[in-house]
Structure formats: structure tokens, C-alpha cells
């Protein structure tokens, strides 16, 4: 009698275990976040993603993964931000330690501006998913409607904004967006991406892309925060259909390391009397209010943290909402100041005009 309790004992214990395991992994595999429906494909978005803008080469596949095991779905790269190979490292380590599927991310990367003519976009389109180590992106975009000359990547990769960096100078092709959209959408028939979309467009030129999109954009991206609130940008992309997503959240925070002075001139949103008073009536952080002045409006957000507990901040903001009239205080705040603007680079590109 003694070994069969025994035995049954143990099993019942091995048994329990083992239910516990398959719990925490099922918890893990159905973590419900907020999301956007994709018009077109009607995919799911994650309307709180990871951005890897200005994260090191030397810690980017880890700070992923980590993104990634601290409840991330959707990383946000670039050819632009030089750390996709890395990138791609973190994403393949959390699938291969079982914190997530290849269907359960959301990737995002960028085509740059020195590869938009037709002989370049699809070459370039294979290049990034090979530095991630993807068959897809779950969203193509690209990166600014500016077209620059070409820069063969076996010389310098990635190219950056300068094409003689010796003599510190910009040149331009003369390539129409409707020209590398058409690969875009190529890119979707070859199955290299799920969606397609741009970001850094004005008003004007999205309305004429819509009118000639065989596949329509699902997503724009643009710089987005209380000193830069774009409603008008955000009304017709809404009227479109098109999904927004916001960058640089922080407004002047995401620049201070750049030296720029427009954000060394600005006060900073974590420290402003209106975010500081939401955040404390509400018992949250000044960047979870900012986040959640954006995401409770529709604008989905890709924040960046190397700091553990920041990481689990910024992504479980959407379990408060503010009133209205904290969310239109927070929008009052608004002087039209923006910080990414192509303006400031050195030929001088006045998109935003």
C-alpha cells in the first residue's frame, strides 16, 4: 500500500507540475493586447509595440528578446537604424525558446530612400527579411517619400542620408512614389509582406497614392505627441481607413542624445505641470498618460526602453482611460514642433511644407 501511494502521489505531483507548465504556456501563447484591424487584409496590429530606433548594434538582439519576454508583440525596425541582423537574432531566440511563434509577432521594417526605383525595391525588400531572418514583414513601409541616389549596400550599408560623405552632400533620382509602390505591392504578390504602408507622408501626397494604389496603404506612420498632434493628418487617414502609428511619443525626450537643440530648447512632456497632474490622479506615469493620450485616440505607439520596469510600463498603459477633458488639456499642448523633419538635413528637403 505504501508504494502504490507513493507512486500515486508522485504522479500526482508530476501531473500537477506538468499542468502548470502548459497553463503559464498557454497564458503566454493567448496574452490579449490592444489591437488595430488592418483595412485591406483585416490583420491585427498591436496597438503597443517596440521600437528599435537607436537601440546599439551591441545590445539590440537582446534588448528584442526581451521586449519580446516581457509581453511585446510588435518590433518596429528600418534598413535605416542598422541593427536588423541584430534585431532579427532576438526575434529568433524568443521563438526558439518558446516565448512566442513566428504568427504571433507583428514585424515592421522600412525601405530607405536610396533604393526606391523599381531595379532596387524588391532586391532591397529580400535584403532586410535576410538580415532578420523572415520569409515576411507583417508590415512593409516606406520610410520617407523622398527619393535618394542609389548607394550599392555592398559599399556601405546602410547608406544613411549622405551619399559623398567626404564632401557631405545629398543627390536625388528622379523616382515617382507611384513607381516604388508598384513593388511594394509586388512585394505583397511575392508574399515578402502581409501590409504595406508609408510613413513621413503629407496630406496631399497620401490623398494621390490612394487614388492609384492598386493595394491600398494600411498603415501611416508619423511623428506623434503633444507638441506635434497632426489631427488633420489623423482625420483623413482615418476618413481613408488607413491605421496610424505614432513615433517618438515622447516629443523632445527621443532627440536629446541627437544634440538637438529645437529639444534641448523644449520642455521636457515628463516634466509639464498638465502630464505631471494627469499622472498623479490617476496614479500612473507621465510616459503611461502620454501613451495612453495616444492609444485611447486610436494612434498605435512603438516606445523604446532598456530599462526592465520602464518596458513593462510603457506596455500595460491601456488599463485606465482619461476623461475627456484630460485628454483635450494634454492635446492643448500642442505648438506644431517637430522634431524629424527632413528640413533640418542637409540638402534641405521641405516635405512638410
Same mark, same amino acid.
Given at each position: 500500500?505504501?508504494?502504490?501511494?507513493?507512486?500515486?502521489? @508522485?504522479?500526482?505531483?508530476?501531473?500537477?507540475?506538468?499542468?502548470?507548465?502548459?497553463?503559464?504556456?498557454?497564458?503566454?501563447?493567448?496574452?490579449?493586447?490592444?489591437?488595430?484591424?488592418?483595412?485591406?487584409?483585416?490583420?491585427?496590429?498591436?496597438?503597443?509595440?517596440?521600437?528599435?530606433?537607436?537601440?546599439?548594434?551591441?545590445?539590440?538582439?537582446?534588448?528584442?528578446?526581451?521586449?519580446?519576454?516581457?509581453?511585446?508583440?510588435?518590433?518596429?525596425?528600418?534598413?535605416?537604424?542598422?541593427?536588423?541582423?541584430?534585431?532579427?537574432?532576438?526575434?529568433?531566440?524568443?521563438?526558439?525558446?518558446?516565448?512566442?511563434?513566428?504568427?504571433?509577432?507583428?514585424? @515592421?521594417?522600412? +525601405?530607405?530612400?536610396?533604393?526606391?526605383?523599381?531595379?532596387?525595391?524588391?532586391?532591397?525588400?529580400?535584403?532586410?527579411?535576410? %538580415?532578420?531572418?523572415?520569409?515576411?514583414?507583417?508590415?512593409?513601409?516606406?520610410?520617407?517619400?523622398?527619393?535618394?541616389? $542609389?548607394?550599392?549596400?555592398?559599399?556601405?550599408?546602410?547608406?544613411?542620408?549622405?551619399? %559623398?560623405?567626404?564632401?557631405?552632400?545629398?543627390?536625388?533620382?528622379?523616382?515617382?512614389?507611384?513607381?516604388?509602390?508598384?513593388?511594394?505591392?509586388?512585394?505583397?504578390? +511575392?508574399?515578402?509582406?502581409?501590409?504595406?504602408?508609408?510613413? =513621413?507622408?503629407?496630406?496631399?501626397?497620401?490623398? /494621390? +497614392? $490612394?487614388?492609384?494604389?492598386?493595394?491600398?496603404?494600411?498603415?501611416?506612420?508619423?511623428?506623434?505627441?503633444?507638441?506635434?498632434?497632426?489631427?488633420?493628418?489623423?482625420?483623413? &487617414?482615418?476618413?481613408?481607413?488607413?491605421?496610424?502609428?505614432? $513615433?517618438?511619443?515622447?516629443?523632445?525626450?527621443?532627440?536629446?542624445?541627437?544634440?538637438?537643440?529645437?529639444?534641448?530648447?523644449?520642455? +521636457?512632456?515628463?516634466?509639464?505641470?498638465?502630464?505631471?497632474?494627469?499622472?498623479?490622479?490617476?496614479?500612473?506615469?507621465? &510616459?503611461?498618460?502620454?501613451?495612453?493620450?495616444?492609444?485611447?485616440?486610436?494612434?498605435?505607439?512603438?516606445?523604446?526602453?532598456?530599462?526592465?520596469?520602464?518596458?513593462?510600463? =510603457?506596455? =500595460?498603459?491601456?488599463?485606465?482611460?482619461?476623461?475627456?477633458?484630460?485628454? /483635450?488639456?494634454?492635446?492643448?499642448?500642442?505648438?506644431?514642433?517637430?522634431?524629424?523633419?527632413?528640413?533640418?538635413?542637409?540638402?534641405?528637403?521641405?516635405?512638410?511644407?
Amino acid at each position: 500500500m505504501l508504494t502504490n501511494s507513493f507512486f500515486s502521489s @508522485t504522479s500526482t505531483r508530476t501531473l500537477s507540475r506538468t499542468l502548470f507548465s502548459l497553463s503559464s504556456l498557454i497564458s503566454k501563447r493567448t496574452m490579449v493586447t490592444p489591437s488595430v484591424t488592418l483595412s485591406g487584409t483585416g490583420r491585427q496590429m498591436p496597438l503597443v509595440g517596440f521600437g528599435i530606433w537607436k537601440v546599439p548594434q551591441e545590445t539590440c538582439a537582446e534588448t528584442v528578446y526581451n521586449a519580446i519576454k516581457s509581453g511585446y508583440r510588435l518590433i518596429d525596425g528600418a534598413q535605416d537604424y542598422g541593427n536588423e541582423k541584430e534585431a532579427g537574432e532576438g526575434v529568433r531566440k524568443a521563438i526558439a525558446d518558446g516565448l512566442v511563434t513566428r504568427e504571433e509577432l507583428f514585424i @515592421t521594417s522600412k +525601405l530607405w530612400n536610396t533604393f526606391h526605383s523599381k531595379e532596387n525595391v524588391l532586391k532591397l525588400t529580400k535584403k532586410s527579411l535576410d %538580415d532578420w531572418g523572415l520569409d515576411y514583414f507583417d508590415l512593409w513601409l516606406i520610410h520617407f517619400p523622398i527619393a535618394q541616389k $542609389y548607394v550599392d549596400p555592398a559599399e556601405r550599408y546602410p547608406p544613411n542620408l549622405l551619399y %559623398d560623405v567626404e564632401k557631405g552632400t545629398m543627390e536625388f533620382e528622379d523616382v515617382p512614389i507611384s513607381e516604388t509602390w508598384s513593388q511594394f505591392e509586388e512585394a505583397v504578390k +511575392l508574399g515578402y509582406a502581409k501590409n504595406i504602408g508609408v510613413s =513621413n507622408f503629407a496630406g496631399a501626397l497620401l490623398i /494621390d +497614392l $490612394y487614388r492609384y494604389a492598386k493595394i491600398k496603404p494600411s498603415v501611416l506612420q508619423i511623428e506623434h505627441h503633444p507638441y506635434l498632434t497632426q489631427p488633420q493628418m489623423i482625420a483623413l &487617414a482615418k476618413q481613408l481607413g488607413i491605421a496610424i502609428t505614432g $513615433y517618438s511619443s515622447f516629443g523632445p525626450q527621443s532627440f536629446l542624445e541627437m544634440g538637438s537643440q529645437a529639444a534641448l530648447d523644449t520642455p +521636457l512632456l515628463m516634466n509639464h505641470d498638465v502630464i505631471t497632474t494627469i499622472a498623479k490622479a490617476h496614479s500612473r506615469t507621465p &510616459a503611461q498618460v502620454i501613451l495612453r493620450w495616444a492609444t485611447q485616440r486610436g494612434v498605435a505607439v512603438i516606445p523604446k526602453s532598456n530599462n526592465p520596469q520602464r518596458l513593462g510600463e =510603457n506596455l =500595460n498603459h491601456t488599463d485606465f482611460d482619461l476623461a475627456q477633458a484630460e485628454l /483635450d488639456a494634454i492635446s492643448a499642448l500642442n505648438i506644431g514642433l517637430r522634431f524629424n523633419d527632413p528640413a533640418d538635413w542637409p540638402g534641405h528637403i521641405y516635405i512638410f511644407a
